[in-house]
């Protein structure tokens, strides 16, 4: 096992580059990416990053493998972890929708998403009762083809909705990446994460 | 064959843990600590704190019955009706069980605690004694910790002197817990707060680290009794003597901890290895205690991978007879005995009453 003075989890695509960018400009000393095929990057030593599922990001930081990790506030709040999220980074804007057919209005009895926990504490509260299907890719197919009445996704521009034939009935959470961080980290390593906190912060502030 | 989140223990883990507990145990006792026995099988209890994630059965009278979940609750329940004023010391040790944690690292759900309750007693002196105890018990074990101390009483005296509705103090005490600064600033923004509360408030998660962090939060304008609390704990530090890391920002179950709460960290290990607080009028009037996880201390002194060889080798039931009082001896069958105690080192061999160096 090698040692590292952080190890950063980010996911992988879109994101990565944009909180590559944010933790660069914030004064980190990341190890460039040389190799597109590695999933982790960094010498020993220095900063290690670590390329993951979005799914897996709080669960490296909740058992302190990384100690950092970047990751869309949708995906913490399926993932029930206990962290910090200190900052809202601001980027990798999205909502959690409820998705239909165009014109359904009934019962709601099965519902298919990504982000179980989260729809299940949403039928809690709202005293639906209603089974949940956990998937993983192309939601929308489950209303498209009868799988479910209903879907809770993830929705970027609505694009793929609109080519689905599907509505957008509700937004039920809107989303950003967010900085996460283990407890223990915060506090072993303040020295560290204190001053790139507030200078995360202070970006968000700006222009 | 075993339930997920349930482990077996072999040599030489099981050795150690074994140690591990003796050790902890021996400290506390040297302390004054008595040691208590609790049953594995509860009452089911809804008012339970982890009614919700204990393992529960049915009783053949048809009862719900619990498998233990914590120590404390039981405890203090038990002993309410034999003891009268004055200071009492207990320590317990024993598996506890949960039925829904998941089985990762350092997390199961059967696992073992060894803990202590100071009742009878509160105050500086009495935290400093707690305090001290959870180093010492690290020590005892070579463990290189770090103590985390919190004040989820400043934070609930904050947040109950803020003069918002109770559903978003919650909601704010939830915000400050992971230090979520920008959903605590949209929560204030949405109620009448004034700028002393909103400004205490938003200060809450930035409060950690050291000694500094005291002279902080007493600039801040803060509610008589959470000054109060912060006074008390200025107290304890100076009693204790020791540098501790502080997060006055803890703000984990308030309603419950009545003053300190506390944790402690050894560095490249993710979960907290030991855990307690102070909790008067929840359960007794004046009492405050902490529990090790003994399995995430194992995780953490990563056990030696091999087994233990014993001094003596014993040819005859005799030998056996006669050193095992004194030594660490083990009989042999086999052929050649000292083939086998010099490929396991085994420093001596020994038959009837003699005694002699292995070559």
Redesign the interface.
């Known amino acids: 096992m090698r040692r590292y003075l952080l190890t950063l989890a980010l996911p992988k695509g879109r994101m990565f580059q944009e909180a590559y960018a944010a933790l660069k400009a914030a004064g980190l000393d990341l190890p460039p990416v040389e190799d597109e095929r590695a999933l982790l990057h960094g010498r020993e030593g220095g900063i290690a990053l670590l390329e993951l599922r979005n799914k897996d990001v709080p ?1 490296y930081v ?4 990384a100690e950092v990790g970047v990751v869309g506030k949708d995906v913490l709040l399926d993932s029930g972890r206990d ?6 980074l601001g980027f990798g804007a999205c909502r959690l929708s409820l998705i239909r057919r165009p014109g359904d209005t009934s019962p709601i009895r099965r519902i298919a998403t990504k982000y179980p926990t989260f729809t299940a504490r949403l039928l809690k509260e709202r005293g639906w009762v209603a089974d949940v299907v956990e998937l993983s890719g192309n939601i929308e197919l489950a209303a498209v083809t009868g799988l479910a009445d209903a879907v809770v996704d993830v929705v970027q521009t609505g694009a793929t909705l609109r080519a689905a034939g599907l509505v957008e009935v509700e937004v039920l959470a809107h989303s950003t990446a967010r900085l996460i ?8 390593k ?1 020295s560290l994460l ?1 001053p790139l906190i507030a200078k995360l ?1 202070n970006r ?1 502030r700006g222009p | 064959m075993i339930p997920e989140g349930t482990r077996f223990l072999l040599p030489p883990e099981a050795r150690l843990k074994a140690e591990v507990m003796g050790r902890l145990q021996d400290l506390f006792w040297r302390h004054g600590y008595e040691p208590v026995e609790l049953p594995a099988l509860e009452n089911y209890d809804p008012q339970h704190p982890l009614a919700e994630r204990a393992f529960k059965l049915v009783d053949r009278t048809g009862e719900v019955l619990a498998l233990r979940s914590e120590f404390t609750t039981l405890l203090a329940k038990l002993l309410r009706p034999h003891l009268g004023e004055g200071v009492y010391r207990f320590q317990y040790a024993g598996s506890l069980w949960l039925r829904e944690a998941d089985a ?2 350092g997390r199961f759900r059967e696992y073992t605690q060894v803990g202590l309750e100071l009742l009878g007693a509160t105050g500086p002196l009495a935290d400093a004694e707690v305090l001290h105890l959870a180093f010492a018990a690290l020590e005892a074990l070579g463990v290189e910790g ?1 103590v ?1 101390v919190g004040l989820p009483s400043l934070v609930g005296e904050a947040l109950r002197a803020s003069g918002l509705p109770e559903e978003a103090q919650r909601a704010a005490q939830r915000a400050i817990h ?5 959903e605590l600033e949209e929560l204030l923004s949405r109620y009448p707060v004034s700028p002393e509360v909103a400004k205490t408030l938003l200060a809450l ?2 409060l ?2 050291e000694a500094e962090v005291l002279e902080e939060a007493k600039a801040l304008p803060l509610p008589p009794r959470a000054r109060q609390a912060l006074v008390q704990l200025e107290k304890t530090l100076e009693l204790l003597e020791r540098p501790v ?1 502080l ?1 006055l920002g803890m703000a984990r179950r308030y309603e419950y901890y009545s003053g300190i709460f506390f944790r402690a ?1 050894t ?1 490249g ?4 290895l030991l855990g307690g607080g102070r909790y008067d009028g929840a359960l007794w009037p004046k009492a405050a205690g902490f529990a090790l996880g003994v399995e995430r201390l194992l995780e953490a002194l990563k056990p030696p991978s091999t087994q233990e060889a014993p001094q003596v080798l014993a040819l005859d039931l005799k030998a056996l007879k006669r050193f095992a009082g004194e030594k660490r001896v083990e009989l042999f069958y086999g052929e050649d005995p000292l083939a086998h105690a010099r490929a396991r080192g085994i420093p001596y061999l020994a038959r009837g009453e003699e005694i002699w160096e292995v070559g």
């Open positions: 669960v909740d058992l302190g493998i962290l910090y999220e200190p900052v809202d961080v283990n407890r223990q980290a915060l506090k072993l303040r204190k912060r968000d | 990762e690292l770090v985390e992971r230090k979520n600064l920008p998660p930035d950690y680290g890391l997060d960290y560095p290990f993710g979960l907290p």
